[in-house]
T-cell receptor, first 115, second 112 residues
Framework: GAGVSQSPSNKVTEKGKDVELRCDPISGHTALYWYRQRLGQGLEFLIYFQGNSAPDKSGLPSDRFSAERTGESVSTLTIQRTQQEDSAVYLC?????????????FGPGTRLTVL | TQLLEQSPQFLSIQEGENLTVYCNSSSVFSSLQWYRQEPGEGPVLLVTVVTGGEVKKLKRLTFQFGDARKDSSLHITAAQPGDTGLYLCAGAPMDSSYKLIFGSGTRLLVRP
């Protein structure tokens, strides 16, 4: 596709359940990022992939959060044992390279609601 | 921890007025970007500034990067209702330029 796509667009889950969020980056973009955006706030960095490896996971809030990327393409963000404070919009972005100017292209996000 | 403070948080103005949004930090950034975000969508890049003192113009929008590369401003001339949205600044740290540190955003409403 022409842009970054994410699925699902909305996810409602019960506290304690696991969720998987998917990101399809722009074809050819080697760098991929996950961010979290709480209501009315800016974006909080979660993790950065260069190719299939994640040199920076420093933004993951706890060990309940994990992410993987395969084929230098699709990435999945998994949240285990979801808590109400995990409710937010999770945004994925990709860029041509992880260095220099770092112009990132964002997907529409997945709105996660934990009841 | 590197922070970007953005102000004001909210701005409601009449069509035709001018406005300025500020983004400040105590840290130096290798580059700074401005994004605009509409409800239900991801942020869309407006501009990237790289050189201290740089000024870039995009139609009625003027972006400036501070001389010390610690702050930036976005000025909109003769605002229109179509300018309504959330404006976000984001800086790339010197030691980890792959990462973007985002400000908390300025929510702009332009009333017709």
């Amino acid at each position: 596709g022409a842009g970054v796509s994410q699925s699902p667009s909305n996810k409602v889950t019960e506290k304690g359940k696991d969720v998987e969020l998917r990101c399809d980056p722009i074809s050819g973009h080697t760098a991929l990022y996950w961010y979290r955006q709480r209501l009315g706030q800016g974006l909080e960095f979660l993790i950065y992939f260069q190719g299939n490896s994640a040199p920076d996971k420093s933004g993951l809030p706890s060990d309940r959060f994990s992410a993987e990327r395969t084929g230098e393409s699709v990435s999945t963000l998994t949240i285990q044992r979801t808590q109400q404070e995990d409710s937010a919009v999770y945004l994925c972005a990709s860029s041509l390279a992880g260095e220099t100017y770092n112009e990132q292209f964002f997907g529409p996000g997945t709105r996660l609601t934990v009841l | 921890t590197q922070l970007l403070e953005q102000s004001p948080q909210f701005l409601s103005i009449q069509e035709g007025e001018n406005l300025t949004v500020y983004c400040n930090s105590s840290s130096v950034f290798s580059s700074l970007q401005w994004y605009r975000q509409e409800p239900g969508e991801g942020p869309v890049l407006l501009v990237t500034v790289v050189t201290g003192g740089e000024v870039k113009k995009l139609k009625r929008l003027t972006f400036q990067f501070g001389d010390a590369r610690k702050d930036s401003s976005l000025h909109i001339t003769a605002a229109q209702p179509g300018d309504t949205g959330l404006y976000l600044c984001a800086g790339a740290p010197m030691d980890s330029s792959y990462k973007l540190i985002f400000g908390s955003g300025t929510r702009l409403l332009v009333r017709p």
